[in-house]
């Protein structure tokens, strides 16, 4: 382990005697008559494990939850899957997120420097009420999909609350992928109806929607109505919707509620699903992940409260899309209190200093990002702690991707010296983080900082052994609240179990390669699968697979992610490899045609930064190509488990390849 002894940082005796974990420290001891007040982090997670019971409970109690917690907390807690929390409550995730005391700025907005906005509470939850009066009135009952294909605009929080307010399950894609990623996702959970937007802006430019749009419309059978959101002001008069089959603008859907003032809110059972999230897709279309209500609401209440000190009236940032689960996260800050601040676009606007233009604006208190983003401000000399007031920013959230240590440096050195810097990792499978922030712990260089209190983490190795200073396969060995209820369309939950428990039995593999350190600490290696990851943006190599291979010229294609540069195990860059019909060549022409399609049927980060051609792909004797051993060949590494291949003389087509050394 190459971690220094000395933290980069320790938060100072006030801050940790003022932190909310000490305060659910305190009310917890004198709950459970346990010696927790003055307990380090460490004593504090293992009671949280070993007395799951009590530790949820106070969860519960200290995040003050709205609804009727019952008298059983834990059923079969020794089944993993098959435990059942909170078999007796009831309660709606809208109403724990819209009526809490906190800031009367419920939301911020910033679209680029195109638009700006502000959401009070009460505006929000009147807001909410309209939204959720006209999908009563369209017939959406519980259970009912609802989806959004929007930006992470004040609009998309409403339409969430709204369906779940009335026990809908709701659905989100971000606008800038292309027709057939939306249709691989909610055409599997065949929504009501969708919310869209006309268009958005990237980087100063306008990109418009209402194309997409009616293709989308026309390949969901399952939608009663398509309601659409004139962001970019091309369809606020309706003239925009010709040909959007049930297509209406959002003025029209709601004018005849607009004196609602009130939301009914559905009480319902603690495991009733909430949202359908979706997986990276590496052998088909993205599996679809269900995730319950409570669930959602009590780890997203420990996240935000205890492992990132979120207190009400503070201003909670992430930069993130509507497709991916830190969107989810965010939104639950309203659970606390918090003000959310949203901005949709680039976030390299302003010589990449927009964000903290926004943080300084709107004395951000939580800045949340992605690994890649503070690896590029970083490349280009930015130092905000310059040029921007910081003085109320407490905690800086990363995720994504590993950050690396000479991130961690970079924003000691030039964000700002006073800061819990939270590297955190989990996943759209939990909706939440393993692993992450210690608010009343050091930070040290290079290390996610604890294991999530609940959360029983652990690293084993290939015998399925705990495994300290030693890379390993992140696991967690018991239950826990936030486990999704299920897959789509898995009636019989066994794709899900596959999924997470054929490698240990009853014991949750997530997939990611990982190490405990000396500190109690976590690093993260990278994804042990063949998920791609460039700039912390986790790519199923499937969704890149059915878009090349409708091509004429492409016979078949295999995709890996490359270390890049050389040797920085903190990005990959996208690298296709072509087989392609006798007699045809890779040329710049067809290399374009390749990008383009990509490009417009998901998203850009999916188009590949290199496009090589080859004369065969190795494959299983099943017949499945394999991603893992190609990416070995290309980083010089050993392939194991040759002998299951039908022609492993494939791979020397990858072995040195010159075009890959720039």
């Known amino acids: 382990m190459n971690s220094p002894e000395k933290p980069l940082w320790k938060p100072p005796a006030r801050r940790v005697a003022a932190s909310r974990i000490k305060a659910f420290a305190k009310a917890a001891e004198q709950r459970w008559n346990r010696r927790l007040a003055s307990a380090d982090y460490a004593t504090l997670h293992a009671w949280s494990i070993v007395h799951p019971e009590e530790f949820w409970t106070s969860v519960w109690q200290f995040g003050g939850v709205i609804g009727d917690m019952g008298n059983a907390v834990l059923v079969d807690g020794e089944k993993m899957p098959g435990a059942r929390w909170f078999p007796q409550a009831r309660l709606n995730f809208a109403e724990n997120l819209l009526c809490r005391p906190g800031n009367p700025e419920a939301m911020v907005f910033w679209g680029e420097d195109k638009v700006k906005g502000r959401v009070s509470r009460a505006e929000l939850h009147r807001a909410v009420a309209q939204t959720a009066a006209a999908l009563r009135a ?111 603008t959002l003025a029209a859907f709601l004018a005849p509620f607009l004196a609602q003032r009130k939301v009914r809110f559905e009480r319902l059972p603690f495991d009733h699903p909430l949202y359908i999230m979706y997986s990276s897709g590496t052998t088909g279309v993205p599996k679809c992940i269900v995730h319950c209500a409570g669930g959602a609401l009590l780890q997203h209440l ?4 205890l492992q990132g000190d979120v207190k009400p009236g503070d201003r909670l940032f992430y930069f993130t899309t509507c497709g991916w689960m830190m969107w989810n996260w965010l939104a639950t800050g309203l659970a606390s209190g918090a003000t959310l601040l949203l901005y949709d676009g680039s976030p390299f606007l302003g010589r990449g200093g927009i964000l903290f233009d926004y943080a300084d604006a709107e004395s951000m208190t939580h800045f949340g990002t992605s690994a890649k983003f503070i690896d590029a401000i970083a490349k280009i000399d930015l130092q905000p702690r310059r040029t921007h007031d910081l003085s109320a920013l407490r905690t800086m959230f990363s995720t994504g991707s590993p950050l690396v240590p000479e991130g961690f440096d970079y924003v000691y050195a030039n964000v700002k010296a006073d800061l819990q810097l939270a590297s955190i990792s989990g996943g759209t499978d939990i909706i939440s983080c393993f692993v992450g922030g210690n608010p009343i712990g050091p930070v040290y260089r290079g290390e996610i900082q604890c294991a999530g209190l609940g959360m029983a983490v652990d690293v084993f190795d290939d015998a399925g052994r705990p495994v300290r200073g030693e890379k390993g396969e992140l696991v967690c060995t018991r239950s826990f609240p936030v486990m999704p209820i299920g897959f789509w369309n898995d009636d019989d939950g066994a794709k899900y179990r596959a999924a997470y428990f054929d490698r240990f039995d009853q014991v949750w593999c997530h997939g990611d390669f990982a190490e405990i350190t000396a500190h ?136 040195g390849r010159t075009e890959l050394t720039g």
């Open 138 to 248: 369209m017939g959406v009952l519980k259970g009912d999909r609802v989806a959004a294909y929007l930006p992470n605009i004040p609009a998309t929080v409403v339409f969430m609350l709204a369906a779940a307010s009335i026990g809908a399950i709701f659905s989100s894609a971000s606008p800038d992928f292309g027709v057939q990623g939306v249709v691989d996702r909610f055409g599997q959970i065949e929504p009501k109806v969708l919310f869209a937007c006309d268009g958005y802006w990237y980087n100063g430019k306008l990109i418009d929607c209402l194309g997409k749009l009616r293709e989308i419309a026309a390949r969901l059978p399952s939608l009663e109505r398509v309601v659409v959101v004139p962001y970019a002001g091309g369809a606020g008069d309706g003239e925009g919707l010709a040909g959007i089959r049930k297509g209406v």
């Open 302 to 305: 420990k996240e935000h409260q």
């Open 520 to 655: 109690g600490g976590f690093i993260i290696h990278g994804r042990s699968d063949a998920t791609l990851n460039p700039g912390g943006v986790r790519i199923g190599t499937a969704e890149i697979y059915r878009q090349v291979e409708k091509l004429a010229e492409v016979v078949e294609s295999i995709v890996i992610g490359q270390d890049w540069p050389p040797g920085n195990a903190g990005d990959v860059r996208v690298v296709l490899f072509v087989k392609l019909r006798a007699e045809t060549a890779l040329d710049d022409a067809l290399a374009g045609r390749i990008k383009q399609v990509i490009r417009d049927n998901t998203t850009p980060r999916h188009v590949p930064a290199k496009i090589l051609q080859v004369a065969d792909i190795p494959r299983t004797k099943s017949g499945k190509i394999v991603e893992l051993a190609v990416r070995n060949v290309v980083h010089g590494l050993p392939v194991k488990n040759v002998e299951a291949l039908a022609n492993a003389e494939a791979l020397e087509h990858f072995r």
